[in-house]
């Protein structure tokens, strides 16, 4: 599985940006996808996590209710809707994929997943 990272860029405080993650090589089927991010001088975290097949989502306490993570099963892609960004969101954000199986007890664990993304940087200013 190729993953392909995109829809970064510079925001404001207050404003919005979507990320994609794209698959190819295979089908997501049977994969959970999870967005990390890791700002500078920090350890890459898990944000969000979406399990290909039912749709189930997971977040981190930090953007819940301001995050919002989907899949388009057509377009074997996998967005992350940001909305109410802060200067704190500001990372490079990188999308991974693994298996879905016993994924709601693993979903944060960045070591657990077998396919990662180039990274997308967000910048949001104040």
């Known amino acids: 599985v190729q993953l392909q990272a995109s829809g970064g860029g510079l925001a404001q405080a207050g404003g919005s940006l979507r990320l994609s993650c794209r698959a190819s090589g295979r089908t997501l089927s049977g994969y959970g996808v999870g967005w990390f991010r890791r700002a500078l001088g920090e350890e890459r975290e898990f944000v969000a996590g979406?399990?290909?097949?039912?749709?189930?989502?997971y977040y981190s306490d930090s953007v819940k209710d301001r995050f919002t993570i989907s899949r388009d099963n057509a377009k074997n892609t996998v967005y992350l809707q940001m909305n109410n960004l802060r200067p704190q969101d500001t990372a490079v954000y990188y999308c991974?994929?693994?298996?879905?199986?016993?994924?709601?007890?693993?979903?944060?664990?960045?070591?657990?997943?077998?396919?990662w993304g180039q990274g997308t940087e967000v910048t949001v200013s104040s």
């Open positions: 991974a994929a693994k298996s879905q199986l016993y994924y709601a007890r693993t979903y944060s664990r960045k070591d657990t997943y077998v396919y």
């Open positions: 979406v399990t290909f097949n039912d749709g189930s989502t």
